[in-house]
Antibody, heavy 121, light 110 residues
Framework: QVQLVESGGGVVQPGRSLTVSCAAS????????MHWVRQAPGKGLEWVAVIWYDGSKKDHADSVKGRFTISRDNSKNTLYLQMNSLRVEDTAVYYC??????????????WGQGTMVTVSS | QSALTQPPSASGSPGQSVTISCTGT?????????VSWYQQHPGKAPKLMISEVSKRPSGVPDRFSGSKSGNTASLTVSGLQAEDEADYYCCSYAGSNNLVFGGGTKLTVL
């Protein structure tokens, strides 16, 4: 079945780095744009980054620009988010999400279960 | 980019209709027909309910509908059911390959 599974979350100290991954299965990963969305504990959703289906374009929210980088490996059906210079306010559940233009442009039709990243000393 | 404005809470009795608003600016909601709505139950991942203002994905009940007027988008849930109790988030394209979410609305079925 169509599935996204995140991994790599954990506890990290402020200023350090962490990379989270999202493994896709059940669909042709290389045909879809992919996003990262995060949710701080008890808070709302925040869009983080997007990458085009072929990796040719990527963009990041102002709150993470210059610190986070989205990437993908279509040969491994995997999406990544490299997070550098982490701050306490980056603590959140990180979701990967698929954008399917048949379901809606700039909309996320499939979501992973999320991976928790905690930034704390 | 500022978050879109949603009421923190909304409520209705079973069978009634409820509408949740989502207010932005001419740079996001008002400027594009790319508003989507998500339902999130506690501890679960969000689920797409409406895309492109009023498009309902396959499998979403027709009790859910979306609309937009100017800088405000709306989600209407008709014939409220107990399982509709959840948090609802709007999201809009904001130009330059950026997206912005609303703060979320907790829908309570009385």
């Amino acid at each position: 079945q169509v599935q996204l599974v995140e991994s790599g979350g954990g506890v990290v100290q402020p200023g350090r780095s962490l990379t989270v991954s999202c493994a896709a299965s059940g669909f042709t990963f290389s045909r879809y744009g992919m996003h990262w969305v995060r949710q701080a504990p008890g808070k709302g959703l925040e869009w983080v980054a997007v990458i085009w289906y072929d990796g040719s374009k990527k963009d990041h929210a102002d709150s993470v620009k210059g610190r986070f980088t989205i990437s993908r490996d279509n040969s491994k059906n995997t999406l990544y988010l490299q997070m550098n210079s982490l701050r306490v306010e980056d603590t959140a559940v990180y979701y990967c999400a698929r954008e399917d233009w048949d379901s809606g442009v700039w909309a996320f039709d499939i979501w992973g279960q999320g991976t928790m990243v905690t930034v704390s000393s | 980019q500022s978050a879109l404005t949603q009421p923190p809470s909304a409520s209705g009795s079973p069978g009634q209709s409820v509408t949740i608003s989502c207010t932005g600016t001419s740079s996001d909601v008002g400027g594009y027909n790319y508003v989507s709505w998500y339902q999130q139950h506690p501890g679960k991942a969000p689920k797409l309910m409406i895309s492109e203002v009023s498009k309902r994905p396959s499998g979403v009940p027709d009790r859910f509908s979306g609309s937009k007027s100017g800088n405000t988008a709306s989600l209407t849930v008709s014939g409220l059911q107990a399982e509709d109790e959840a948090d609802y988030y709007c999201c809009s394209y904001a130009g330059s390959n950026n997206l912005v979410f609303g703060g979320g609305t907790k829908l309570t079925v009385l």
